[in-house]
């Protein structure tokens, strides 16, 4: 696991993010040579988009229109 200083992981922060998106490793952020935090990868079942960023999602049918007639709907 990859190990950075507080103060470079501020100053590099998105480019940090990138990196553990990227390298699926966790980086271990130290404060005066002590662990302080972890960032780690999002797994895809933790994000609710990740099937759709991965391409794993197919749009099936007619998604612009109601799934129902309006004839349908009640009113009072």
Known sequence: ???MGAAK???HFLALL???EKKRESVLV???GRPVAKVI???PEDDPLAAYR???VEIVG???SP???PEDWEYD
């Open 67 to 69: 799934a129902n007639d």
């Open 54 to 56: 991965f391409g794993g």
């Open 41 to 43: 990868p999002l797994e």
């Open 62 to 64: 007619d998604i612009i």
């Open 30 to 32: 130290t404060k005066k």
């Open 18 to 20: 990138d990196e553990v």
């Open 1 to 3: 696991m990859k190990t």
């Open 9 to 11: 992981a501020k100053a």
